[in-house]
């Protein structure tokens, strides 16, 4: 009977054992998660950063980076930096020793287009019910070829704070603001300042990414209202082996105001007071 139970914790060890191994975790998208927040990243695909809940609602459909190299090795348009490397470095860790990973980092390498892309993303939540949540993210860009390149990063994201009603504002020189008054925020401040901006409606900003044509983002800084994304384009040349590094906090925010919250409660009590039974 021990000898019997033994065998099946041994077989069920060997099960356990074979479907953590066989099962590749590479091509799984990566959770994160902190306080009343989470977020799911696909290192693989232009997906990329897809989801990002606070207390339980998600408000991204996509953010994600794109590249050019001008001249030598570069493919002439831009390409989503998941194309760069089928295998990346995909590394997530628990830094806030809660048993949930809280921090990745994603390391692209493309010997052909001269180009080493990597990413980090940090993301801190609230406690439940806060209706905040923050996320930390960095992008180091290098050069690996030997001759100086120009490169272009371009960071594009689509948030759907509401039906297709949000605001969309590029406040130059570093802050992009997006809302859908009063409940709904995200504020997204980058350094170093971007050479270029674009709002625009879905999916323009994302058509012309992935298009197969260069892409100079317009300079429409907003604000714009609708089913809204925007883009960032950072144009900058590097020798061999320098990196140039962008970083961005953003701010996810669904708690009105103090002054608005008055103005909801009054609505509401009118709303009541008209609902009221005559
Ligand atoms: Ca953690
Ligand atoms: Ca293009
Ligand atoms: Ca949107």
Redesign the pocket.
Known sequence: MVTLRLRLLMGLGTVLATMFTVQPAAAAPVLLENGNSWARVDPYSQNGHDIWVVDGWNFLMKEWFWYRVDGAGGLG??ASVDTLDTSPVVLAVDTSGDGGDDNLRLKYRNADQGLAVEINYNLVGAPAGSGRTDLAETVAVTNISNAPRTFHLFLYADYLLSAGFDTAVVKWPNTVDQWFAPYHACEVAVVPVPTRCEVGLVPSTLD??N?S???TLNGNAGPLTGDVAWGLEWEFMLRPGESYLISENRLLTMVPEPATLSLLALGGLAILRRKRPL
């Open positions: 348009h831009e012309a990414l298009d044509l260069p892409t």
